[in-house]
C-alpha cells in the first residue's frame, strides 16, 4: 500500500498531463501523433502495473489479447487504439490510484503511529514514573 501511494503520485501526472498536452495539441497538426504516443504509453503503464501487480501478490494477472492483431493497416490500428476500452479504463484507474494511495497511505501511518503510542505510553511511565493512562475505579468515590 506504501507503493501504491508513490506509483499513484505518478500515474496521476502522467495522464493529466498527457490528456491535457494531447488535447491542447489537437489544433495543431502535431496533436495527433502526440495523443497517439501518448494512449500508447498508457498501455504500455498499465502492462507495468500490471506486472508490479504479479510481482507484488505472486499471483498471475488474467492476460488480454493484443489490440492490434498482425494483418491490420496502420488505420485499423489507430481505430483499435482509440475505441480500445482497456486504454480508457486504464487512465480512470491511474487517475482514482492517486486518492486511494493517499488513503491507504495516510491510514497506515495513523494506525502505525497509533499503536507506537499505545505501546510507549505505559513503558515511559514506567521509566519517568509518571503514568499518562490510568485505570482505577477511584473516580467516581466522593472524598
Same mark, same amino acid.
Given at each position: 500500500?506504501?507503493?501504491?501511494?508513490?506509483?499513484?503520485?505518478?500515474?496521476?501526472?502522467? #495522464?493529466?498531463?498527457? $490528456?491535457?498536452?494531447?488535447?491542447?495539441?489537437?489544433?495543431?497538426?502535431?496533436?495527433?501523433?502526440? +495523443?497517439?504516443? =501518448?494512449?500508447?504509453?498508457?498501455?504500455?503503464?498499465?502492462?507495468?502495473?500490471? &506486472?508490479?501487480?504479479? +510481482?507484488?501478490?505472486?499471483? %498471475?494477472? @488474467? %492476460? %488480454? /489479447?493484443? =489490440? $492490434? !492483431?498482425?494483418?491490420?493497416?496502420?488505420?485499423? &490500428?489507430?481505430? +483499435?487504439?482509440?475505441?480500445? %476500452?482497456?486504454?480508457?479504463?486504464?487512465?480512470?484507474?491511474?487517475?482514482? !490510484?492517486? /486518492?486511494?494511495?493517499?488513503?491507504?497511505?495516510?491510514?497506515?501511518? #495513523?494506525?502505525?503511529?497509533? $499503536?507506537?503510542?499505545?505501546?510507549? $505510553? @505505559?513503558?515511559?511511565?514506567?521509566?519517568?514514573?509518571? /503514568?499518562?493512562?490510568?485505570?482505577?475505579?477511584?473516580?467516581?468515590? @466522593? +472524598?
Amino acid at each position: 500500500m506504501f507503493i501504491t501511494f508513490v506509483t499513484g503520485i505518478l500515474y496521476f501526472t502522467w #495522464v493529466v498531463t498527457g $490528456a491535457a498536452f494531447s488535447l491542447s495539441f489537437m489544433i495543431l497538426i502535431i496533436g495527433v501523433p502526440i +495523443a497517439i504516443l =501518448f494512449l500508447l504509453s498508457v498501455q504500455g503503464l498499465a502492462l507495468l502495473e500490471g &506486472r508490479l501487480v504479479e +510481482a507484488l501478490l505472486g499471483v %498471475r494477472m @488474467p %492476460r %488480454r /489479447p493484443l =489490440f $492490434a !492483431q498482425s494483418g491490420m493497416k496502420w488505420l485499423e &490500428r489507430l481505430k +483499435a487504439l482509440v475505441t480500445d %476500452r482497456h486504454t480508457w479504463l486504464s487512465m480512470l484507474y491511474m487517475v482514482l !490510484q492517486m /486518492p486511494l494511495g493517499i488513503v491507504y497511505f495516510t491510514v497506515n501511518i #495513523v494506525l502505525i503511529l497509533l $499503536a507506537i503510542t499505545f505501546i510507549g $505510553a @505505559p513503558v515511559l511511565g514506567a521509566i519517568f514514573h509518571d /503514568p499518562h493512562i490510568m485505570f482505577s475505579s477511584g473516580w467516581n468515590q @466522593p +472524598a
